[in-house]
C-alpha cells in the first residue's frame, strides 16, 4: 500500500471511530477545508466527503478535531522542557500519546464538559495553563496533526489501547500544585498539613538506590537492609506538630509495607517487632506529655510474649467469628482495602456500584454475597459521565430502593474543582470530603483517573498509594480501588492488572471482573468468557418475560485470608422485562444454599419441604464442605426457629 492510500483509510479509520480528520497540504499549517459547521452542529461528515478530500489532495497530511464531538482534547509538548514540565504538573498521564518531530501530542477524553478552552503556553497567565513555552493544549475547538502523517507515529502504553484514554479533568495550575507525599506521614482527617517535604525520606532514599540496582535489596552485603529498617520505623513513629506517630499494630504493618517494597526477603518478624516497640519507647520518653508508654523507671514496657499453640484453637475460633462484614466476604465493617481491576468496558464499576449501592440501601444480599450490615459509601467517581450517573441512581434506585445518604458520590462534572490525588489540593480535598461524609466505604474509580500523572510502573508512585489506602483502613474505613487489566494475552482472557506489582503489597482481597457472552466471535473481539453454558444456566432463573442483558464474572484474585465462605468465581448477570425493570440473577454461593435448606425451603416444583438435617445438606452439596462449617451457618437459623417455637407455643 503507498503513502496515498495509507492516508486515505487512516482518515477513514479515524472516522469510523467518530473522530473528524481534516486534510493540511504539505508544507502548510491551515486545513484545507472548513471545519468548525461540523463541530458546532454536532456531526461528523460523510464518508463521501472525506473521500474527496483525499482525492483532492492525496498528499495530505491528517489532522484530528478535538472537540466534545469527537471526544478527544490533546496536550501537545514540543520540547524537552514542555514535556518535563508537563510529566511534572501531572498532565501527560495518559496510555495513547503520538510522538511528533518536536515532542510527543498526549491524548484524553473531552469528557461530559461543555467547553475546554485552548491553551498556548507562552502566551498563558500560569493559572488557567502553565506558562511554559511549547507546552500547548488543543480543546473543545483545536485540531492536531495525526499518524501516518509524515514524523507522526503512535505510541500506545503497553497492554492498553486507544479506549484506555482517561478523561481529562479542568484544573488551575500553580507552582505548589504538585507535591510528593510522604508515605511514612500518617492520614490523619483532620487539620493535617500535607505540604511538600524537603528533606527525602527513607523511603525515597531506599528506592533510588533499588532503582539504581535494578533490583530489590537482598540479604548481606552492604546494603544496611537493618539500619533502613529502623530508620523507616523511626520516621514513622516520630512526633510530628505535636501528634504522636504510628505505635503497635500500625507501626509494624507500615514497617512490613516497607520491606515487601524494597527487600528481596523479610527481616525476621518477631525482630522487626522488637524494633518498633524500642523505637516507640524512645520516642515516648522523649515527649512525655503525649501519653507515654515507659514505666516510673524509664524502662521500656516489654510485650508480653504469648506463642499460639494447640491451647488457643478455641480462643482464635472464636475471635475469627467475631468478625463482621457489610459485603460477605470481602468487605470487612472494620476497614479493608479492595482492588477491583478488569479490562476496559467489561463492567468492574458496574459491579461495584450496583454491589455496594444494593447494601447502602439496606439489602440482604447482593447475587451470590451477603450483605449483613448497612455501610455509608463514598464513591469518588472521576469517570463518568453526568447522563450515565443520573442513569446509574435512577436504576438503582428502583432495584434497590432509597440509600439515601448512605451513598454518595462526588463527581468531577457537579464540582467546580479537581480531586487529582497526585496534587496536594487533591489529596487535602478528598479528607474533606471525607471529614464531611463520614464513610464507612471509600470507593476510587479509577486509580488511573484519580492519580492524573502517576506512572503505573513505578513501585514508589504505589507506594504512595498503599500508604494513603492503609491510613484509611486503620481509620476503620474500608477502601475499594477500581483499576484497569492489561490486555489478554495470547489465548488467554482478561489480563492482570496494570502496573507494578507492588500495587499488590497492600491489598488484602482483588477481584477480577470479565464479561461473559454466549456468542464466541463477540467474546473474541472484546477479550471476554465464551461459555454459552453459563448464560443458559443463568437463563434457568429467568421470570416469565425477562431476558439477560448482561453477564459478569468475578474471580478472586490476591486473598490475604481465605474463608469458608469465599469461592473461586462467581457469575452475575443483569435481567430485564419489557417494562424495563431491572434485576440480579446468579447462582447461589454454597452458604446461601446451605442456609436455605435448614429452613422449609421450596423445591423446584413449588412445594414446600422441611429443612434438613446438616448430614443431608452435606450430601446436597456433594461434601465440599465439612460438617463442622455447616453446622456454624445452620446454627443461627436454627436457633431462631427453635426460640420461635417456644414462644408460640406460650
Same mark, same amino acid.
Given at each position: 500500500?503507498?503513502?496515498?492510500?495509507?492516508?486515505?483509510?487512516?482518515?477513514?479509520?479515524?472516522?469510523?471511530?467518530?473522530?473528524?480528520?481534516?486534510?493540511?497540504?504539505?508544507?502548510?499549517?491551515? %486545513?484545507?477545508?472548513?471545519?468548525?459547521?461540523?463541530?458546532?452542529?454536532?456531526?461528523?461528515?460523510?464518508?463521501?466527503?472525506?473521500?474527496?478530500?483525499?482525492?483532492?489532495? %492525496?498528499?495530505?497530511?491528517?489532522?484530528?478535531?478535538?472537540?466534545?464531538?469527537?471526544?478527544?482534547?490533546?496536550?501537545?509538548?514540543?520540547?524537552?522542557?514542555?514535556?518535563?514540565?508537563?510529566?511534572?504538573?501531572?498532565?501527560?498521564?495518559?496510555?495513547?500519546?503520538?510522538?511528533?518531530?518536536?515532542?510527543?501530542?498526549?491524548?484524553?477524553?473531552?469528557?461530559?464538559?461543555?467547553?475546554?478552552?485552548?491553551?498556548?503556553?507562552?502566551?498563558?497567565?500560569?493559572?488557567?495553563?502553565?506558562?511554559?513555552?511549547?507546552?500547548?493544549?488543543?480543546? !473543545?475547538?483545536?485540531?492536531?496533526?495525526?499518524?501516518?502523517?509524515?514524523?507522526?507515529?503512535?505510541?500506545?502504553?503497553?497492554?492498553?489501547?486507544?479506549?484506555?484514554?482517561?478523561?481529562?479533568?479542568?484544573?488551575?495550575?500553580?507552582?505548589?500544585?504538585?507535591?510528593?507525599?510522604?508515605?511514612?506521614?500518617?492520614?490523619?482527617?483532620?487539620?493535617?498539613?500535607?505540604?511538600?517535604?524537603?528533606?527525602?525520606?527513607?523511603?525515597?532514599?531506599?528506592?533510588?538506590?533499588?532503582?539504581?540496582?535494578?533490583?530489590?535489596?537482598?540479604?548481606?552485603?552492604?546494603?544496611?537492609?537493618?539500619?533502613?529498617?529502623?530508620?523507616?520505623?523511626?520516621?514513622?513513629?516520630?512526633?510530628?506538630?505535636?501528634?504522636?506517630?504510628?505505635?503497635?499494630?500500625?507501626?509494624?504493618?507500615?514497617?512490613?509495607?516497607?520491606?515487601?517494597?524494597?527487600?528481596?526477603?523479610?527481616?525476621?518478624?518477631?525482630?522487626? $517487632?522488637?524494633?518498633?516497640?524500642?523505637?516507640?519507647?524512645?520516642?515516648?520518653?522523649?515527649? %512525655?506529655?503525649?501519653?507515654?508508654?515507659?514505666?516510673?523507671?524509664?524502662?521500656?514496657?516489654?510485650?508480653?510474649?504469648?506463642?499460639?499453640?494447640?491451647?488457643?484453637?478455641?480462643?482464635?475460633?472464636?475471635?475469627?467469628?467475631?468478625?463482621?462484614?457489610?459485603?460477605?466476604?470481602?468487605?470487612?465493617?472494620?476497614?479493608?482495602?479492595?482492588?477491583?481491576?478488569?479490562?476496559?468496558?467489561?463492567?468492574?464499576?458496574?459491579?461495584?456500584?450496583?454491589?455496594?449501592?444494593?447494601?447502602?440501601?439496606?439489602?440482604?444480599?447482593?447475587?451470590?454475597?451477603?450483605?449483613?450490615?448497612?455501610?455509608?459509601?463514598?464513591?469518588?467517581?472521576?469517570?463518568? !459521565?453526568?447522563?450515565?450517573?443520573?442513569?446509574?441512581?435512577?436504576?438503582?434506585?428502583?432495584?434497590?430502593?432509597?440509600?439515601?445518604?448512605?451513598?454518595?458520590? $462526588?463527581?468531577?462534572?457537579?464540582?467546580?474543582?479537581?480531586?487529582?490525588?497526585?496534587?496536594?489540593?487533591?489529596?487535602?480535598?478528598?479528607?474533606?470530603?471525607?471529614?464531611?461524609?463520614?464513610?464507612?466505604?471509600?470507593?476510587?474509580?479509577?486509580?488511573?483517573?484519580?492519580?492524573?500523572?502517576?506512572?503505573?510502573?513505578?513501585?514508589?508512585?504505589?507506594?504512595?498509594?498503599?500508604?494513603?489506602?492503609?491510613?484509611?483502613?486503620?481509620?476503620?474505613?474500608?477502601?475499594?480501588?477500581?483499576?484497569?487489566?492489561?490486555? %489478554?494475552?495470547?489465548?488467554?482472557?482478561?489480563?492482570?492488572?496494570?502496573?507494578?506489582?507492588?500495587?499488590?503489597?497492600?491489598?488484602?482481597?482483588?477481584?477480577?471482573?470479565?464479561?461473559?457472552?454466549?456468542?464466541?466471535?463477540?467474546?473474541?473481539?472484546?477479550?471476554?468468557?465464551?461459555?454459552?453454558?453459563?448464560?443458559?444456566?443463568?437463563?434457568?432463573?429467568?421470570?416469565?418475560?425477562?431476558?439477560?442483558?448482561?453477564?459478569?464474572?468475578?474471580?478472586?484474585?490476591?486473598?490475604?485470608?481465605?474463608?469458608?465462605?469465599?469461592?473461586?468465581?462467581?457469575?452475575?448477570?443483569?435481567? !430485564?422485562?419489557?417494562?424495563?425493570?431491572?434485576?440480579?440473577?446468579?447462582?447461589?454461593?454454597?452458604?446461601?444454599?446451605?442456609?436455605?435448606?435448614?429452613?422449609?425451603?421450596?423445591?423446584?416444583?413449588?412445594?414446600?419441604?422441611?429443612?434438613?438435617?446438616?448430614?443431608?445438606?452435606?450430601?446436597?452439596?456433594?461434601?465440599?464442605?465439612?460438617?463442622?462449617?455447616?453446622?456454624?451457618?445452620?446454627?443461627?437459623?436454627?436457633?431462631?426457629?427453635?426460640?420461635?417455637?417456644?414462644?408460640?407455643?406460650?
Amino acid at each position: 500500500m503507498d503513502k496515498k492510500d495509507m492516508l486515505l483509510n487512516a482518515a477513514l479509520e479515524y472516522l469510523d471511530r467518530g473522530w473528524l480528520p481534516i486534510p493540511i497540504k504539505q508544507g502548510e499549517k491551515s %486545513p484545507s477545508v472548513k471545519w468548525g459547521h461540523y463541530v458546532d452542529n454536532s456531526v461528523l461528515p460523510t464518508e463521501e466527503e472525506v473521500i474527496n478530500w483525499w482525492t483532492q489532495w %492525496p498528499d495530505a497530511r491528517i489532522a484530528l478535531v478535538t472537540s466534545r464531538l469527537t471526544n478527544l482534547v490533546v496536550v501537545d509538548c514540543d520540547s524537552p522542557e514542555a514535556m518535563k514540565q508537563a510529566a511534572d504538573l501531572g498532565i501527560t498521564h495518559t496510555p495513547v500519546a503520538v510522538k511528533t518531530k518536536r515532542g510527543h501530542h498526549f491524548y484524553f477524553e473531552h469528557g461530559d464538559f461543555d467547553w475546554h478552552k485552548n491553551a498556548v503556553g507562552s502566551s498563558a497567565n500560569g493559572i488557567d495553563w502553565p506558562k511554559v513555552d511549547g507546552l500547548d493544549f488543543r480543546g !473543545s475547538k483545536g485540531y492536531v496533526i495525526a499518524p501516518p502523517s509524515n514524523n507522526y507515529e503512535w505510541k500506545i502504553g503497553a497492554g492498553a489501547d486507544v479506549d484506555d484514554m482517561p478523561e481529562w479533568l479542568p484544573q488551575k495550575f500553580t507552582q505548589s500544585n504538585v507535591v510528593s507525599i510522604d508515605p511514612n506521614k500518617p492520614f490523619v482527617f483532620e487539620g493535617t498539613d500535607l505540604s511538600m517535604f524537603k528533606v527525602k525520606t527513607i523511603w525515597e532514599e531506599t528506592q533510588e538506590k533499588v532503582d539504581a540496582l535494578g533490583h530489590k535489596l537482598p540479604d548481606g552485603g552492604e546494603n544496611g537492609r537493618d539500619h533502613r529498617l529502623w530508620l523507616c520505623i523511626s520516621e514513622a513513629a516520630a512526633q510530628k506538630e505535636g501528634a504522636k506517630g504510628l505505635r503497635g499494630d500500625e507501626l509494624f504493618d507500615n514497617a512490613c509495607l516497607f520491606m515487601q517494597t524494597f527487600f528481596q526477603n523479610d527481616i525476621d518478624h518477631q525482630k522487626v $517487632w522488637q524494633m518498633c516497640e524500642r523505637v516507640s519507647a524512645t520516642d515516648d520518653r522523649n515527649h %512525655p506529655d503525649l501519653e507515654p508508654t515507659t514505666q516510673k523507671d524509664d524502662v521500656p514496657t516489654k510485650k508480653a510474649i504469648k506463642p499460639i499453640t494447640t491451647g488457643d484453637i478455641d480462643r482464635l475460633s472464636a475471635e475469627d467469628g467475631q468478625k463482621e462484614f457489610f459485603i460477605e466476604p470481602w468487605l470487612v465493617k472494620s476497614g479493608t482495602i479492595v482492588q477491583v481491576h478488569g479490562f476496559s468496558g467489561h463492567g468492574k464499576s458496574m459491579i461495584t456500584r450496583h454491589a455496594l449501592y444494593a447494601a447502602a440501601a439496606g439489602q440482604r444480599k447482593f447475587g451470590p454475597w451477603d450483605i449483613n450490615a448497612r455501610p455509608r459509601v463514598l464513591y469518588l467517581d472521576h469517570e463518568n !459521565s453526568r447522563s450515565n450517573v443520573i442513569s446509574f441512581l435512577s436504576q438503582a434506585k428502583k432495584m434497590y430502593g432509597d440509600a439515601g445518604e448512605n451513598f454518595m458520590l $462526588w463527581c468531577p462534572f457537579d464540582d467546580s474543582e479537581d480531586m487529582n490525588l497526585k496534587t496536594k489540593a487533591g489529596v487535602d480535598k478528598m479528607q474533606t470530603w471525607i471529614n464531611a461524609c463520614k464513610p464507612d466505604v471509600v470507593v476510587i474509580d479509577t486509580i488511573r483517573s484519580a492519580y492524573l500523572g502517576l506512572s503505573e510502573n513505578n513501585s514508589e508512585e504505589w507506594s504512595l498509594i498503599n500508604s494513603m489506602a492503609m491510613q484509611l483502613r486503620n481509620n476503620r474505613i474500608s477502601v475499594v480501588m477500581l483499576h484497569h487489566s492489561n490486555k %489478554p494475552q495470547e489465548g488467554s482472557v482478561s489480563g492482570r492488572e496494570a502496573g507494578s506489582s507492588n500495587q499488590l503489597s497492600a491489598l488484602e482481597t482483588q477481584i477480577k471482573i470479565t464479561q461473559v457472552f454466549a456468542d464466541e466471535e463477540t467474546a473474541q473481539v472484546r477479550a471476554a468468557i465464551h461459555s454459552p453454558d453459563i448464560w443458559e444456566n443463568l437463563g434457568r432463573g429467568l421470570e416469565t418475560g425477562e431476558r439477560l442483558q448482561m453477564v459478569i464474572e468475578a474471580r478472586y484474585g490476591k486473598t490475604r485470608e481465605w474463608t469458608d465462605v469465599h469461592e473461586p468465581v462467581h457469575q452475575i448477570g443483569f435481567a !430485564s422485562n419489557d417494562a424495563e425493570d431491572m434485576r440480579v440473577v446468579a447462582q447461589k454461593s454454597t452458604k446461601q444454599r446451605v442456609t436455605s435448606w435448614a429452613d422449609e425451603w421450596e423445591d423446584a416444583h413449588g412445594n414446600m419441604r422441611p429443612a434438613l438435617t446438616d448430614a443431608e445438606i452435606q450430601d446436597r452439596i456433594g461434601g465440599v464442605k465439612p460438617l463442622s462449617v455447616i453446622r456454624k451457618w445452620t446454627m443461627p437459623i436454627r436457633s431462631l426457629k427453635h426460640v420461635q417455637g417456644l414462644l408460640a407455643a406460650k
